[in-house]
């Protein structure tokens, strides 16, 4: 099993950046991909980003494009998530997880899972 824990959450001004960061321990060996997801109160969790952890070519939602950047250190065994010109829609709970499917984008393709961390966007 895979330990991930976010960090980096917060509280910003529509128009600002923040930058979350994903450790991860254990059983590391085996995943291929790791993604960003967010929900807001009443929302569904939604994909926001993936990026595999061979090549790392990445892949975003559309809602975020241009905007957000996925990054990873494989020495540190950790994964960003680089939050520009945030909006109050980008509101919600962020988490990371871990797949073993290289092209992941589907909540069920992913098995492990961090605790989230807020982030709010004030208008």
């Known amino acids: 099993q895979v330990q991930l824990v976010e960090s980096g959450g917060g509280l910003v001004q529509a128009g600002g950046s923040l930058r979350l960061s994903c450790a991860a321990s254990?059983?590391?060996?085996?995943?291929?991909?790791m993604g960003w997801f967010r929900q807001a109160p009443g929302n569904e969790r939604e994909f926001v980003a993936r990026i595999r952890l061979s090549g790392g070519s990445t892949y975003y939602a559309d809602s975020v494009k241009g905007r957000f950047t996925i990054s990873k250190d494989n020495a540190k065994n950790t994964v960003y998530l680089q939050m520009n010109s945030l909006k109050p829609e980008d509101t919600a709970v962020y988490y990371c997880a871990a797949s073993r499917v290289p092209s992941a984008t589907m909540i069920v393709h992913f098995n492990d899972w961090g605790q989230g961390t807020q982030v709010t966007v004030s208008s």
């Open positions: 254990g059983r590391t060996f085996g995943n291929y991909a």
